[in-house]
């Protein structure tokens, strides 16, 4: 089955780190919406009524919007779409935009899944990352929000500057005790064009080593395993069951399409991109255009290394649904990278699949580099 993804492309402010596509002016989210809906409706049109059973409302920060936004428009999918009964719905949310109150009506409007930005439970660390919340915050809306949602995610961010193994224990241990079910845990990027990137140039602040980010991975990952999340991607730790549906088809290579300004979208090998501009977005639906920039069909070696770089970060290779997309058998296409891994103790294999572990998680970038 296919998924949805919707960005959102509003946030308050932006965070010093965050080089996603989105805006600060929040006068325009009605205007979003209309470009949004005849998004979908076009898209409809031109496609026929898919079946899905994921939405996924990334951004930006989705929970900008209010509750009822969010009704309209998942009622809007349901009519243009199947969408599934009991279809996975996320969205991401930022903590300081929450009150108990409002957690209902957005599980009222049918989110049943909720992936809060916390990053930290330490202030000095939130002040460091340019966050608007507080950690006790964070803490409060978090366990408002178990009462209405089984299905709560918290990223986390790790590997700041001068941070140490204990700074990582007090927030994993919170978010541990706070009893979520899905934690993904990644560590800070410098990306080009954020103001944190130009502090790194300036030598104001100083980038971890690769041993210490290492050893910092090592860390998160043991103790998140010992605590039962099961480690089901690289920097994705879930509860038995908890698995995130919508990210999964990223990494097993299912079909998703993707809505909103800057989303990415592929199809049976068919992979496009929307513009990034809001402008340029809304101008071209305003026309009755698919705002669709770039498209690309994949060879069949692409789609081959594609899925392998996703299989092999995430739940592994399963040898029979790689038959039937690349007629051709895993094992032997690749015993020789196979035997290698094993015999390093970086994978294991069933009659099933084939999968790198903790060790050969950690390393997982070389590994793709040097043997596929
Ligand atoms: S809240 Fe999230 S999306 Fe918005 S600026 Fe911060 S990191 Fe980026």
């Not at 600060?24 to 076009?42: R, Y």
């Amino acid at each position: 089955m296919s998924g949805i993804y919707i960005h959102i492309p509003f946030c308050n402010r932006r965070c010093n780190y965050c080089d996603f596509y989105l805006i600060t002016n929040l006068n325009v989210t009605d205007k979003f919406l209309i470009s949004l809906k005849k998004e979908i409706s076009l898209y409809a049109s031109l496609y026929g009524k898919m079946r899905f059973d994921s939405v996924y409302f990334g951004g930006g920060t989705p929970s900008v919007l209010s509750h009822t936004k969010f009704k309209e428009i998942i009622d809007f999918l349901h009519e243009n779409f199947d969408l599934c009964k009991d279809s996975e719905i996320s969205m991401e949310a930022n903590p300081e935009d929450f009150s108990e109150k409002n957690l209902n009506d957005y599980r009222a409007a049918g989110i049943n899944r909720i992936s809060f930005g916390v990053q930290s439970f330490i202030d000095s660390e939130l002040k460091f990352l340019t966050r608007q919340h507080t950690s006790d915050e964070a803490v409060k809306v978090i366990k408002d929000a178990l009462k209405y949602f089984d299905n709560v995610n918290l990223d986390i961010i790790y590997s700041l500057p001068s941070q140490t193994l204990k700074d990582i224990d007090i927030s994993l241990s919170e978010a541990i005790d706070l009893k979520v079910n899905h934690i993904s845990a990644y560590t800070l990027t410098y990306e080009e064009r954020t103001p944190l990137y130009k502090s790194l140039q300036k030598n104001l602040v100083t980038k971890n080593t690769d041993s210490k980010e290492g050893d910092f991975y090592n860390f998160v990952s043991g103790k998140l395993s010992s605590h039962g999340y099961h480690h089901y991607e690289v920097s994705n730790f879930a509860k038995e069951g908890f698995q995130c549906k919508h990210n999964l088809k990223y990494w097993e290579y299912g079909n998703y399409v993707g809505f909103g300004p800057s989303s990415h979208s592929m199809v049976n090998g068919v992979r496009w991109n929307n513009f990034r501009d809001i402008i340029k977005y809304n101008d071209m639906l305003s026309k009755d255009s698919l705002p669709v920039e770039e498209k690309t069909v994949l060879t069949s070696e692409q789609k081959k290394f594609e899925y392998l770089m996703l299989a092999l970060r995430s739940t592994g290779v399963d040898f029979e649904k790689y038959n039937e997309n690349f007629g051709n058998s895993f094992s032997s296409e690749f015993s020789d990278s196979m035997n290698d891994l094993l015999k390093f103790g970086l994978a294991e294999s069933t009659d099933r699949k084939f999968y790198l572990n903790e060790k050969g998680y950690s390393i997982a970038d070389e590994i793709l580099a040097k043997y596929f």
